[in-house]
């Protein structure tokens, strides 16, 4: 079975321009998060879609939106793009529950210059 | 914001040896997990401990908790070569949204 897939692997933009970036969960998983994970520091959550509405938001300004298509895949948006957005974007997959290991992919690597 | 801090922040040792990393977090927590990540990608789920476990293992790995201190602890035992990664830990509360902490830097030598 295919993992979580996530496009495209890198991407170097310029501040202002906007960003998206895609993610295919596991196939049967429902439940698709985004994390944001700059250099040296661990990954910090962004959103959480199940049954494509929003489930969790993190403290990420309303520049960034996300959303889920009825095949689970998701998008995460990322508009008037800022130096500090630059970091490795993680998408997860996962069986919904609280109980329940996540998935992720190998990354989109995003640079803002 | 992180839930909190990964102690070491790095850790080198020789095959062979056990590697022991820390984490505090801050809130209460339903249970907390432990990733690895290689060379700045994907992270690869490790194992997951209940809040109302005290220690399980699988394989070489031995997490422990202690949700009164709320710290855990993860031992890597007979390291090898391929165990060189980040190590991160990660609460869950309420929803399958992960915290993670720092993370810690393990480097094993041949």
């Known amino acids: 079975d295919a993992g979580v897939t996530q496009s495209p692997t890198h991407l170097i933009k310029t501040r202002g321009q906007q960003v998206t970036l895609r993610c295919s969960p596991i196939s049967g998983h429902k439940s698709v998060s985004w994390y944001q994970q700059v250099l040296g520091q661990g990954p910090q959550f962004i959103f959480q879609y199940y049954e494509k509405e929003e489930r969790g938001r993190g403290n990420f300004p309303d520049r960034f939106s996300a959303r889920q298509f009825p095949n689970y895949s998701s998008e995460l948006n990322v508009n008037a793009l800022l130096l500090g957005d630059s970091a490795l974007y993680l998408c997860?997959?996962?069986?919904?529950?609280?109980?329940?290991?996540?998935?992720f992919g190998q990354g989109t690597r995003l640079t803002v210059v | 914001s992180q839930q909190g801090e990964e102690d070491p922040q790095a850790l080198s040792i020789q095959e062979g040896e056990n590697a022991t990393m820390n984490c505090s977090y801050k809130?209460?927590?339903?249970?907390l997990q432990w990733y690895r990540q290689n060379s700045g990608r994907g992270l690869v789920h490790l194992i997951l401990i209940r809040s109302n476990e005290r220690e399980k293992h699988s394989g070489r790995l031995r997490v422990t908790l202690d949700t009164s201190k709320k710290s855990s602890s993860l031992l890597i035992t007979a390291s090898r070569a391929a165990d060189t990664a980040s190590y991160f830990c990660?609460?869950?509360?309420?929803?399958?949204?992960?915290?993670f902490g720092t993370g810690t830097r393990l480097q094993v030598f041949p």
């Open positions: 997860a997959s996962s069986l919904r529950g609280v109980n329940t290991e996540a998935f």
């Open positions: 809130t209460s927590i339903n249970n």
């Open positions: 990660a609460t869950v509360l309420y929803t399958d949204k992960l915290i």
